[in-house]
């Protein structure tokens, strides 16, 4: 099996409770099923995104081949593996919202952070992500979601309300 | 038929109540009266399994395969463990419903998860939703679930019935191939979602290789109904081969988009008129009446159509998820187009080479189109390569990223011409059509 090498990172207390609790939901020895929620918790409590020394201490903590963590790192789109800004816009531009004008909502955010889609804030604040796939939420577009939350029937004006009040 | 007073019968049954996805609220409509019954033995496996099928139920996930006759391939009374799996990664673009029923209705869901899983031998459950549901959807089901638990709804020797079901939830993380049942189970083994070559099918080589079913979120959050109210009432909700309802995601530009639950065969007309008709005043110029994946259907045909399994099949396209995306003529069905091919081309897992490379050569070629560079043979071409991806890979995204092509350019061709001969430029354009 791999060689473990000496970590210089550590998972925290928190995110070790996590990843238990998933762990315990399957059986004996499929604790491979929990890679999906520990990297999600770990790319959480580092300001969004993964490093190579966070995914090993993941596979270390949790006794699977490093690969396999990096494999679902890397298949997953929730996963970020280079340092971006930490609050991960996602502007939905499939079919419904792309209909309802999700361009406008593109193009707006683009102008008012300066960045391209795929590019963070020099600040390190905001990482607009990409230009996203379908996130079922068709009957109220235009819509995005910065973190998880989701916000819909968005205007220019409605969308410059929501990211002034990100901290 | 009145469709309006037939509105949220089944899955959307406590829609307009006050916290509505309380247990409290789902008891007030008679929830869980149904798995009582199984506890208490009034009801048994093949009872309920026999109901399902007199139902009509047909899968919601898009596939349409007839529920009670899925689970009657269970081997139930194999020994060792087998699993109930719920598709919760809803994905497929246009459709939005099951996240409503995991907002507002997710004690519907886990009681259809438990007597399915009663009903085929299964004693462990998941429920696998989609990671973007993490911060609404994912805590309401987590709450419910913990609700169930302490009601003594789930767990071992459930009452001192004998019965045991238990109900985990699973977080997915982004990725549209984990709804392929497959793919899913992949992903919930903790690995990339790549779907598993079939035979042998899940419920007999299914999560860690035990027997699985694997099921959508609508379409068990339909059984307590069925059981509650008997599969007679359920099957007349709708036309014959199309059991029940349907929701209905009408998006795009409609005056007033939503789900709606309505009963299946609802005309096309009726429907879009609970939606308030086309927006703006405009005209209609098509619909893709069942999610990106089924062909799209110009306006007039569907105008003369029902919403149901048989009438969208005869018509040339599908019923899929019920996620009815309406454009009307101020749309480029070319740019329509390349957003779709843009999506299974993000979306392919790679490990077929005719999808693999067959979306990023659609995409490619269809932006070359826009871009003005487009050139005479490019359409035959377009169609080319989508029969060569369609029933050639693994799992049937190849399908879904075939059949948009094929349809658009089969009704839409002149389109299409007209942008490579004008250098990019858009008939709806020319035609002084373009939105604002």
Same mark, same amino acid.
């Given at each position: ?167 | ?64 395969f007839p529920t009670g006759l899925k689970w009657s ?51 462990v459950g998941y429920n696998y939703i989609r990671g ?51 793919? *899913? +189970? &992949?992903?919930?083994? /903790? ?6 070559? %079939?035979?042998?099918? @899940? ?40 059991g029940g309802a349907a929701i209905y995601s009408v ?19 009726? *429907? +879009? &008129?609970?939606?308030? /008709? ?6 209609? %110029?098509?619909?893709? @009446? ?147």
């Amino acid at each position: 099996m791999n060689e473990k090498t000496t970590r210089t990172v550590a998972l925290s207390d928190h995110a070790r409770e996590v990843i238990d609790h998933w762990v315990a939901k399957f059986p004996e020895g499929r604790q491979r099923s929990a890679v999906i929620e520990a990297l999600r918790v770990v790319q959480h409590d580092n300001k969004g995104y993964l490093t190579a020394d966070l995914m090993d201490a993941v596979a270390d903590y949790i006794d699977v081949p490093r690969i396999q963590v990096y494999e679902v790192a890397a298949f997953y789109s929730i996963f970020e593996t280079e340092p971006c800004g930490e609050h991960h816009i996602s502007v939905c531009t499939n079919i419904s919202c792309h209909l309802r004008g999700s361009q406008e909502i593109v193009d707006h955010i683009e102008k008012k952070l300066g960045v391209k889609t795929g590019e963070s804030t020099p600040d390190g604040k905001f990482f607009l992500k990409r230009e996203e796939e379908c996130l079922a939420a068709c009957v109220n577009a235009p819509m995005m979601m910065i973190d998880h939350v989701y916000y819909e029937h968005l205007t220019p004006e409605k969308v410059d309300d929501i990211l002034d009040k990100i901290e | 038929m009145n469709y309006r007073e037939n509105e949220n019968l089944v899955a959307f049954a406590p829609f307009g109540l006050e916290n509505s996805w309380t247990l409290d609220a789902y008891r007030s409509i008679g929830g869980y009266q149904s798995w009582q019954q199984v506890l208490s033995g009034e009801l048994s496996a093949d009872d309920i399994i026999d109901k399902v099928k007199a139902s009509g139920l047909r899968g919601r996930g898009g596939a349409g395969f007839p529920t009670g006759l899925k689970w009657s391939f269970m081997p139930r009374n194999a020994p060792g463990q087998k699993y109930i799996v719920c598709n919760s990664d809803e994905s497929e673009p246009g459709t939005c419903h099951d996240r409503d029923i995991l907002r507002y209705n997710p004690h519907a869901l886990i009681e259809g998860m438990a007597i399915a899983g009663y009903a085929m031998g299964a004693t462990v459950g998941y429920n696998y939703i989609r990671g973007e549901f993490f911060a609404e959807p994912v805590p309401r089901f987590e709450s419910a679930l913990r609700e169930a638990y302490e009601a003594g709804l789930l767990g071992q020797n459930i009452n001192g019935s004998g019965i045991d079901f238990d109900l985990h939830m699973f977080v997915g993380a982004g990725a549209y191939i984990c709804g392929e049942e497959t793919g *899913l +189970l &992949e992903s919930l083994e /903790g690995k990339p979602g790549r779907p598993r070559f %079939k035979p042998p099918f @899940p419920a007999n080589y299914g999560l860690y290789g035990k027997p699985t079913t694997v099921n959508n979120t609508y379409t068990l959050a339909s059984v307590p109904t069925i059981l509650r109210k008997g599969p007679e009432w359920f099957a007349a909700l709708g036309p014959e081969k199309s059991g029940g309802a349907a929701i209905y995601s009408v998006s795009g530009h409609v005056e007033k988009p939503g789900n709606y639950e309505l009963p299946m065969g609802i005309p096309f007309p009726d *429907l +879009l &008129e609970i939606c308030g /008709g086309i927006w703006k005043g405009r005209k209609l %110029k098509a619909v893709i @009446p069942g999610g990106s994946s089924v062909p799209v259907m110009p306006g007039e045909v569907i105008m003369e159509c029902n919403m149901d399994y048989e009438s969208l099949r005869e018509a040339g396209s599908a019923l899929g998820t019920g996620a009815v995306v309406v454009m009307d003529e101020t749309t480029c069905m070319v740019r329509m187009l390349e957003r779709i091919s843009r999506f299974y081309y993000a979306e392919s897992c790679g490990q077929c080479t005719p999808c693999r490379e067959g979306t990023g050569w659609l995409n490619r070629v269809i932006n070359r189109v826009i871009d003005g560079k487009g050139r005479s043979e490019d359409l035959d071409m377009l169609v080319e390569v989508a029969n060569k991806i369609e029933g050639h890979t693994i799992c049937a995204l190849g399908d879904a990223a075939a059949w948009p092509v094929q349809s658009f350019i089969k009704h839409y061709r002149h389109e299409f011409a007209y942008m490579i001969e004008h250098g990019g430029r858009s008939i709806v354009e020319a035609d002084g059509k373009a939105a604002a």
